[in-house]
């Protein structure tokens, strides 16, 4: 086990600058998940750290050794691909075994990790299959044990349930956050999906256009995002992000909407954010809104309505008997209220 330090690394394919000077410190048993749109360089980060990549510039080091000129072999990592990477040749065993045969390892060595490994996955029953031969699934739990049996210092992920639907991806979510919570093995875990984020990672690091955006653990990316792009792309629904002005009385959108502040408002503020979960139903004394769509999801209801000329997105605990063209008073909770400024982008509350 190893913590992981990447300062100020840089990554250029001829004149194009994918990554700009990344810095990022990952404890000893972390996991840390890299997340961000397609393109924004978190596998590109994620394959100069295996050494699939050479680093342009800055360093990358591994329990406190620099590892830029390092082979891949012998960077002491086990990496899990989005495509599995097993041979079809080979039995699930082999398969779990191979880089231990590889290594040189005595046989009987190599089968009682490849048994350990199996048990921790149940997989136990499917050594003698071929990987034609397994599901979607577990095909990914061989790639799993195959870089268990190694005992890595680091392991890494690079998006590895893109493949699969939507319950199977609930299941190896979990099954990868029960994994790393009984192997204590520093991980390093690339997707664009936040919902994988939130759930699974200790600490999510951001990444748009080669830059850092914000780190921290889930819950503070989500409570006290850094930046309008952290806003949007942490939590779903997405965060209502309205433009506007403080003026007396509240936020005045450009819709012609006022909106309740929080005290803590800034007269910077160009941008008022409200996530959809923190809305509320106030009959009494809310704000008039008109009803454009109801969506029931059984565990909520998500209501797009539009004040004025400012659409909003609600997700409200209750049932809502409304439909389209109905008004409803609602208000959004001011101590949960994001504001930002316009022309930086940055949280000014």
């Known amino acids: 086990m190893a913590t992981v330090s990447i300062r100020e690394a840089r990554k250029s394919f001829g004149t194009f600058e994918v990554l700009h000077g990344v810095s990022v410190e990952i404890e000893d048993a972390e996991f840390v998940v890299l997340v961000g749109p397609s393109g924004c360089g978190k596998s590109t980060l994620l394959r ?23 082979a891949p072999k012998d960077r002491d990592i086990a990496m899990v691909f989005q495509n599995y990477a097993l041979y079809p040749h080979m039995t699930v065993r082999d398969n779990m075994g191979f880089s231990m045969k590889l290594a040189g390892a005595p046989r009987e060595i190599m089968e009682a990790e490849v048994q350990k490994a199996a048990a921790i996955l149940g997989l136990g029953e499917l050594l003698h299959r071929y990987p034609r031969q397994l599901s979607g699934g577990q095909r990914q739990r061989v790639a799993m044990g195959r870089a268990i049996v190694r005992h890595p210092q680091v392991f890494l992920f690079d998006e590895p349930l893109s493949n699969l639907d939507a319950k199977l991806r609930v299941q190896m979510r979990s099954e990868i956050k029960e994994l790393h919570q009984r192997l204590q093995v520093t991980t390093v875990y690339v997707t664009h999906d936040q919902i994988e984020a939130m759930t699974m990672a200790d600490k999510i690091v951001v990444m748009n256009h080669g830059n850092i955006e914000q780190a921290g653990p889930p819950l503070e990316l989500y409570d006290r995002p850094a930046n309008l792009f952290v806003a949007g792309f942490i939590g779903s ?42 809305m509320r139903l106030a009959p009494g004394d809310g704000i008039p809104a008109t009803v454009q769509l109801v969506e029931p999801t059984g565990s909520e209801t998500q209501v797009t309505v539009r004040i004025g000329d400012t659409p909003l997105a609600c997700a409200f605990r209750e049932r809502v008997a409304a439909r389209p063209g109905d008004e409803i008073r609602i208000m959004p909770d001011t101590g949960l209220v994001h504001l930002f400024d316009a022309g930086t982008g940055q949280r000014v509350n």
């Open 48 to 70: 100069m750290l295996a050494g699939l990549e050479n680093i342009t510039a800055g360093e990358i080091a591994i329990g406190g050794r620099v590892v830029n000129n390092v």
């Open 237 to 278: 629904p997405a965060m209502n992000l309205i433009k506007g002005a403080p003026g007396q009385g509240g936020f005045m959108t450009e819709g012609g909407a006022l909106l309740p502040l929080p005290a803590s408002a800034n007269g910077s503020a160009g941008i008022y954010g409200i996530r959809p979960e923190h």
